[in-house]
């Protein structure tokens, strides 16, 4: 879903459970489990083993400039910045670094834009919400926006934010990801700052003009009848089909996706559309 504010040319999309996720009649797919302690040690300073962890604080000097401050924890991996309050495991950030390190492994490129622009992704806890992030407040008095799976800016605001119960997988995910009716709202939020960020305009206009050739086939059509949430606008083609590239959408025909998933079923399905995403990430990979 997009929003924007025309006064200040803030842009931003973020997945809803009713749209990005939860089952065909629209209900939250929270899956009634509770949620794991965070069994970081007790006086909460980097683990040992974590060599990218560190506290904001006690950091002098970055690789690259933050376009703001980051939030108290942060993972430095090869690509983008991870940040994430003191209630964030930094489980959840290492793995996340580690995913968008894959998902961007072959376009140094990209990461030199990325960085360029000062990007990174922020985390909200396990028992927090999109709202106690500060970097979309414009966006917090919406409704239901603080119930949102995630969200991502464009390059006034070159962040992304996601929940820990989605990078972790938890019982209580409301998304459900590493289930067949599951998906990885992560990694969707990623792909459209890749989109937003990373791409010129003539690759954004690539992509919308694929939207449009689309919009007039039988693809991404719903056993149902009706359309995938990839059809709904030129955005979300390329974050859904991201997710697809990378093995990261419903395996099934559920909610918002059709249910092909993965590069082989993506090549088969819709090739044109897949050299389309493969011309931007080179090499797909399994990050359900």
């Not at 990218?52 to 993972?75: H, I, K, W």
């Not at 994430?84 to 495991?89: Q, R, T």
């Not at 960020?197 to 719903?222: N, S």
Request: charged letters at 25%; one cysteine or more; aromatic letters at 12%.
């Amino acid at each position: 879903m997009t929003f924007r504010n025309v006064s200040s040319g803030l842009a931003v999309l973020f997945l809803m459970i009713g749209c990005g996720g939860g089952s065909d009649d629209d209900s939250s797919t929270d899956t009634g489990g509770t949620t794991p302690p965070i069994t970081d040690p007790d006086d909460g300073q980097p683990p040992a083993d974590c060599s990218g962890c560190v506290l904001t604080a006690d950091v002098d000097d970055f690789a690259y400039s933050p376009y703001t401050d980051m939030l108290e924890r942060a993972y430095l991996g090869e690509s983008i910045y991870i940040t994430g309050s003191e209630n964030v495991s930094w489980e959840a950030l290492q793995e996340l670094g580690d995913m968008i390190d894959t998902m961007v492994q072959y376009r140094p490129d990209m990461v030199d834009r990325l960085r360029d622009f000062g990007t990174f992704y922020s985390v909200y806890g396990r028992n927090e919400d999109l709202c106690d992030i500060p970097y979309f407040e414009e966006w917090h008095h919406l409704d239901n926006y603080c119930a949102g799976g995630g969200v991502a800016g464009f390059r006034d605001n070159p962040t992304a934010t996601c929940s820990e119960r989605n990078i972790l997988a938890l019982p209580n995910d409301p998304y459900q990801r590493g289930q067949d009716t599951g998906e990885n709202t992560c990694l969707h939020e990623m792909a459209h700052i890749v989109m937003n960020v990373y791409m010129e305009d003539y690759q954004r206009d690539e992509v919308r003009r694929r939207h449009e050739e689309v919009l007039g086939t039988d693809l991404w059509i719903k056993g149902n009848g009706q359309e995938a949430f990839a059809r709904s606008n030129a955005d979300e083609f390329w974050a859904e089909l991201s997710q697809v590239y990378f093995n990261a959408n419903y395996n099934i025909d559920h909610h918002t996706h059709n249910g092909v998933n993965g590069a082989d079923e993506f090549k088969d399905y819709d090739p044109v559309s897949y050299q389309l995403i493969e011309s931007v990430y080179i090499q797909p990979a399994d990050l359900r």
